[in-house]
């Protein structure tokens, strides 16, 4: 499994309990997919720097996790259907080499 890091930006007319729920449908999706959730965190509203479907600003979301590429699939797929969802991107951490002077 390896290591990864979500940013999910929801549309901002979202109440904190719709917020409260997406996150943990999120974390039991991961779950179902054979996934393992390290740590989630809400960011809280953000003004963007350009505009998505008319949205000025957004709800960030961030999780950690580890998972295969194939449940990475499966989760990209379902937020893509999710109607609140703006945006999202994946990051795969990694070991930081120290590099030698």
Same mark, same amino acid.
């Given at each position: 499994m390896n290591t990864y890091e979500l940013i999910i930006i929801l549309n901002p007319q979202i109440s904190d309990t719709e917020v409260g729920e997406f996150i943990e449908k999120t974390k039991k999706l991961v779950i179902d997919e054979k996934g393992e959730v390290?740590?989630?965190? !809400?960011?809280?509203? /953000?003004?963007?720097?350009?505009?998505?479907?008319?949205? %000025?600003?957004?709800?960030?979301?961030?999780?950690k996790m580890k998972a295969e590429a194939d449940?990475? !699939?499966?989760?990209? /797929?379902h937020l893509k259907l999710q109607e609140t969802v703006? %945006?999202?991107?994946f990051f795969k951490t990694g070991k930081v080499l120290a590099l030698k002077k």
């Amino acid at each position: 499994m390896n290591t990864y890091e979500l940013i999910i930006i929801l549309n901002p007319q979202i109440s904190d309990t719709e917020v409260g729920e997406f996150i943990e449908k999120t974390k039991k999706l991961v779950i179902d997919e054979k996934g393992e959730v390290i740590s989630e965190d !809400k960011l809280g509203r /953000r003004k963007l720097s350009h505009a998505i479907n008319k949205s %000025r600003d957004g709800f960030y979301v961030f999780f950690k996790m580890k998972a295969e590429a194939d449940t990475l !699939k499966n989760i990209k /797929r379902h937020l893509k259907l999710q109607e609140t969802v703006l %945006r999202t991107m994946f990051f795969k951490t990694g070991k930081v080499l120290a590099l030698k002077k």
